[in-house]
């Protein structure tokens, strides 16, 4: 077999390449919000790495050694990075550093402690406790769409907040499908512990939408997500080294491996990539509705059979919540083009948030 690999063989290869990845990158920018969505959903399969995990080691350790794998990833593109990140002002580092040691670092250690009271060592899985977690998840929104307006200057248009509304209402509907009038009939200290540390969470991954956004202004999804692991991992070194997010250090084995490096490919590396792709056409306002496609796919993703899944009961509410939010999203794309949510021009939202910086 004979491979033509003369000069101009090898141009019209690399030009073919790059119109295939520019026609991806226009149907994803198309496509913003369902792409958020859908980054979203792939976070759903975190369940399958980070509750093993979380029974031999603490919360700091399981996010340093994931934060690595995934910085490591980005090795080859160090030199593209570099240049990217020549002469940035000093407002786009804080903002970067916002989303490293914020959405990333703290964030990521509080979900994943609060994941342990969900997915207790040597017992059984306390899905009252995991419940409230992903219902204190769909306050990000409000967080969310709160900082937009503060720091972006986002204004959305009143149809906008009815759909936010049905979004909300759509992942309740399958967070509590058995009783939603009465979602809890107590609360323990393991649940109340497990809904602080959730919101925490919740809000700093809210501002690490809102600086994202900002961020991408400057700079490609690309580097965003190299800096996010990246700048993250000296604080995680530390909250590693100082025992937090767990009594004491767990020990490392070979067993682990294979979660890491799931955790790190799929929730992670992939989901990233996609999310700041897509976040870079996406405001930021639509983008945190979107967001609620992880908790609708993970507790899609419970119901599937074992092993797959946990076997649990897929009520028919559930699929109506899905299909609720499915249509918001959806519809929200569509809308996207006729300014359902308005957002000033690059120049001034740079100008807005040096003012606050």
């Not at 033509?4 to 919000?33: C, E, K, N, W, Y």
């Not at 009594?247 to 955790?263: K, M, R, Y």
């Not at 009961?313 to 918001?328: Q, S």
Request: charged letters at 10%; a positive charge; proline letters at 6%.
């Amino acid at each position: 077999m004979h491979i033509d690999d003369s000069p101009s063989s090898l141009r019209h290869l690399t030009q073919d390449r790059l119109s295939i990845g520019s026609r991806t990158g226009a149907l994803i920018g198309r496509m913003g919000a369902v792409a958020v969505a859908i980054a979203a959903a792939m976070w759903a399969t975190d369940p399958y790495f980070r509750p093993a995990l979380t029974k031999q080691l603490t919360a700091s350790q399981i996010v340093f050694v994931e934060s690595l794998l995934i910085a490591l990833c980005f090795l080859p593109v160090a030199g593209r990075v570099r240049r990217e990140l020549r002469n940035l002002p000093v407002r786009q580092w804080i903002a970067m550093a916002i989303i490293a040691l914020g959405a990333q670092a703290f964030a990521t250690v509080l979900f994943t402690q609060a994941l342990s009271y969900a997915f207790p060592a040597h017992a059984a899985p306390d899905f009252n406790v995991e419940n409230e977690v992903y219902l204190l998840y769909m306050l990000q929104p409000v967080f969310g769409i709160a900082m937009a307006s503060i720091f972006l200057k986002e204004r959305r248009k009143p149809y906008f907040w009815p759909l936010a509304a049905c979004a909300i209402v759509g992942v309740y509907l399958i967070v509590f499908p058995q009783n939603p009038l009465s979602p809890f009939s107590s609360v323990q200290h393991g649940q109340l512990l497990a809904a602080l540390l959730i919101l925490g969470a919740v809000i700093l991954w809210a501002s690490g939408t809102v600086f994202g956004r900002y961020s991408l202004s400057n700079v490609s999804f690309v580097t965003t997500a190299a800096m996010r692991f990246t700048l993250a991992l000296p604080v995680l070194l530390i909250l590693m080294l100082a025992g937090v997010g767990g009594g004491h250090l767990g020990t490392f084995s070979v067993h682990q491996i294979p979660s890491f490096i799931g955790i790190a490919l799929v929730p992670g590396l992939l989901a990233m990539l996609l999310y700041y792709r897509a976040l870079a056409s996406t405001p930021a306002s639509m983008a945190s509705i979107a967001e609620l496609g992880y908790p609708c796919a993970l507790f899609l993703v419970f119901s599937l059979p074992a092993p797959v899944g946990l076997g649990l009961p897929l009520y028919g509410i559930e699929i109506v919540g899905a299909l609720i939010l499915i249509a918001v999203v959806t519809t929200l794309n569509l809308l996207k083009h006729r300014d359902v949510v308005e957002a000033p021009r690059r120049a001034d939202v740079t100008a807005a948030a040096e003012a606050r910086t």
